[in-house]
């Protein structure tokens, strides 16, 4: 029989405190590490640890619901027979449908044993802020400690746990300094796919734990991504799920051209025929459709979609940061909502302060609303957190945009350059780096890039660009001066 690592946790926890009731908090605390978490979900992994154990939710002879108070496990066992014996199917666990992975203990290199609870202090952190992301599953902290101070082949802890990828890395303690060493492995190939290390100085404990851990999360979203997408892109086209066509569609979602979202958008809505309710299909469905509206003819039907799927993002993803920040992008210049696309800004970086879509998202609005300090801030951190996310263009954007209304031209111009560098298909980079051109007196390269600007887009005038984003007259105003001033209509 094959228990799920999830599943095997819960079991394993309702059997060590079968003396009690235990509440739906304790068990959403103990195994999913206080992730929001829907009621089916926890229903349907119950189910399955009675399967586990030969019971079912008619009979409850062994795993008990005890209505409006939790769950109790009333067999007569021990513990240590139990846990041994599930750990020990014969039959291999599978991979689960989504990204998986497991953060291994990381290993102590000072010989400081001080440091071992400083480094498994970081791994939990590391866990927490991972299984915020709606779209990874993660391992629970009970299985991967298992292998702690335990030399094991990295292939065979990933066909153990069944993950597609580990994390595992190292702490180095010389005098106030900490250097502290991460990789991320593919499991089934022992390939390293990206690693970086952090040396700080030791101060607050604490809140240096919680520094490593949230460059290091905000580095693995980007680099799975990336690694997924070409991942699916190997597989048949007729055997693709869901989160499969999602991920085939992104980079032409994600490219904010017209052209490239009249792609996307039928293998997001073929997503949504197989799960109606998936945020993760709904907010760059939503980005598509503003897309098409803002740069393929303002069409009133483009509009009403983009708005329909950014809400059905928020009320299907309650607890996906990167849905919420797109969504708050698309109801903040679409709908011209900005109350409620700043509140689901707040609520994506509560749920992941780390998380890439919330970042840029939040930084392009805050930049067309004035808030230029707090754009600049957040770009910086999406940029610092994964310095070559071909997606960083949306950042720099940001910057380009918050820079020229602050008149530092210079700086707008080196950070619109950078961006056209990375996304040279988007009209929107190059209108950018033609304003900082005009402001800073280069008038044949700002008009050349006008030209540029109109041949990737010929229906390019400041005043349809002015529908979505011409929000405040202090930040659209010299910009747009700036564009008529090198030529564009």
């Known amino acids: 029989m094959s228990i799920e690592p999830r599943v095997f946790d819960l079991l394993a926890y309702l059997i060590r405190h079968r003396q009690r009731v235990v509440s739906k908090d304790d068990l959403i605390a103990e195994v999913w590490d206080g992730r929001i978490v829907s009621d089916s979900a926890v229903t349907t992994s119950i189910n399955a640890a009675r399967v586990a154990v030969g019971d079912d ?64 202090g970081i791994v939990d952190e590391i866990i927490s802020g991972l299984a915020r992301t709606k779209w990874l599953f993660v391992i629970a902290r009970n299985s991967s400690f298992v292998y702690k101070s335990k030399a094991v ?49 030791m101060t607050d404990i604490f809140a240096l734990q919680d520094d490593i851990a949230l460059n290091v999360i905000g580095a ?21 799920d869901a989160y499969d066509l999602v991920l085939r569609a992104s980079p032409h979602a994600l490219s904010h051209i017209a052209e490239d979202a009249a792609i996307a958008i039928p293998l997001l809505h073929k997503a949504l025929e197989l799960e109606p309710n998936y945020s993760g299909a709904h907010a760059p469905l939503a980005l598509c459709y503003h897309s098409r509206f803002s740069r393929a003819g303002l069409r009133q039907e483009d509009q009403t979609a983009a708005i329909r799927h950014a809400r059905a993002a928020v009320a299907t993803g309650a607890d996906d940061a990167a849905a919420l920040g797109i969504a708050g992008f698309v109801i903040s210049l679409d709908a011209h909502d900005h109350a409620t696309a700043l509140d689901l800004f707040d609520r994506a970086l509560s749920l992941s302060s780390s998380n890439f879509f919330a970042l840029c998202s939040s930084a392009l609005t805050l930049s067309w609303l004035g808030k230029a300090t707090v754009a600049i801030e957040r770009s910086e951190r999406a940029l610092r957190l994964s310095p070559f996310d071909p997606l960083n263009y949306l950042s720099l954007n940001a910057q380009s945009i918050s820079y020229f209304q602050l008149e530092q031209f210079e700086r707008a111009y080196e950070v619109a350059k950078r961006s056209v560098e990375l996304n040279p298909r988007f009209s929107v980079s190059r209108a950018f780096l033609t304003a900082t051109l005009a402001r800073l007196g280069r008038s044949e390269a700002a008009q050349a890039e006008a030209k540029q600007v109109l041949a990737l887009d010929p229906g390019f005038s400041v005043e349809k660009f002015a529908i979505t984003v011409g929000i405040e007259p202090r930040v659209f105003s010299p910009m747009a001066d700036a564009w008529r001033i090198a030529g564009l209509p």
């Open 57 to 120: 939710g008619d009979r409850q002879r062994l795993l008990k619901t005890v209505p409006r108070k939790g769950f109790r496990f009333v067999g007569s066992v021990r513990e240590a027979q139990v846990t041994e014996e599930l750990r020990a199917s014969d039959a291999p666990l599978t991979l689960p449908d989504k990204p998986s992975i497991a953060v291994l203990p990381f290993q102590n290199m000072s010989g400081d044993p001080e440091q071992e609870y400083f480094a498994d």
């Open 153 to 201: 082949d990295l292939r065979q802890i990933g066909h153990e746990l069944a993950v597609r990828y580990l994390l595992q890395g190292g702490v180095r303690k010389a005098g106030d300094r900490i250097r502290v060493s991460t990789q991320l492995i593919d499991a089934e190939t022992g390939a390293q796919l990206w690693n970086d290390r952090f040396d700080r100085t």
């Open 220 to 240: 693995i979203e980007p680099t799975l991504r990336n690694v997924e997408i070409e991942r699916v892109k190997r597989r048949r086209p007729n055997s693709l």
